[in-house]
């Protein structure tokens, strides 16, 4: 099977006090392996939301979500998270690096917790293909942004996950950082033969992928 995530009428709501906020409505949508696909729309519209739906850290209202051969929509938090942190990489805004940490340490760590063979070695591979081999050893607040978020890529990347979810990867990142960034993922995912789901407002890296899906009021285009 070719498929690697689907999604069936799926929403979501959110209760603020008595207010009800549907915030994704009848999402289908079915993603195949190694597909790159950007999701753009206007701020509020759900695009994050829906990140966090198909990451399972938010529980659909309704619908049902399938990764590869699991419904995650009827699994229990601790069964989600086991296939989350095998199979699923996210990279956010925001780099939530640990600041007393080196480079080196912040990627080796999630692969310590995995009980992966030579965290350190191998986390000093991922940080030299993106070029960040004279900067293994500094702490994240003496690394400038671009840097910090490559480090944050090689961590979310360390178990070689089928699939990376990114929201605005480069939304804190001037335009030659944002290329860079931009560039290191998308050859990553087509050597690694992994699937990308990238939230952006930059059209052009937007249309850096294979598929565009546009939201609008909380609804696929
Ligand atoms: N925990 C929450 N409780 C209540 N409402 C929420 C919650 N999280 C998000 N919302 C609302 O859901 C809507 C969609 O939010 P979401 O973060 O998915 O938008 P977005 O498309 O990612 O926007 P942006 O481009 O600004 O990041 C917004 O109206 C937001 O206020
Ligand atoms: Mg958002």
């Known amino acids: 099977m070719n498929t690697l995530l689907k999604l069936k009428k799926v929403n979501l709501k959110y209760q603020t006090g ?4 549907k915030v994704l409505k009848n999402i289908d949508l ?10 753009v729309g206007e701020s ?5 939301s829906l990140i966090m739906l198909i990451a399972g850290l938010e529980k659909a209202t309704s619908g049902k979500i399938y990764f590869q051969d699991h419904e995650i929509t009827k699994l229990s938090e601790d069964e989600i998270s086991n296939i989350r942190k095998k199979n699923i990489g996210i990279i956010f805004q925001s780099f939530y690096l640990i600041p007393n940490y ?21 986390a000093k591979l991922l940080l030299e293909r993106f ?22 890529i090689a961590r979310s990347i360390a178990m070689r996950p089928k699939l990376i979810l990114a929201d605005e990867p480069t939304g ?7 290329l860079m960034i ?7 995912v087509k050597e690694e033969g992994s699937s990308l789901i990238m939230v952006t407002h930059d059209s052009k890296l937007a249309n850096k992928a294979k598929r565009k899906i546009k939201i609008k009021d909380g609804k696929i285009k």
């Open 172 to 178: 804190n990142l001037d335009t030659e950082n944002s």
């Open 18 to 21: 008595k207010e009800t906020i």
């Open 102 to 122: 080196s480079a080196i340490e912040n990627v080796a760590l999630t692969l310590e917790l995995n009980n992966f063979k030579n965290p350190e070695k191998e």
């Open 182 to 188: 931009s560039n290191i993922l998308f050859n990553y």
């Open 44 to 48: 509020g519209s759900g695009k994050t």
């Open 30 to 39: 079915t993603t195949k392996r190694k597909e790159t696909i950007s999701i």
């Open 131 to 152: 070029g960040l081999k004279h900067r293994f050893n500094n702490l994240p607040s003496q690394l400038s942004g671009g840097e910090q978020q490559r480090v944050a």
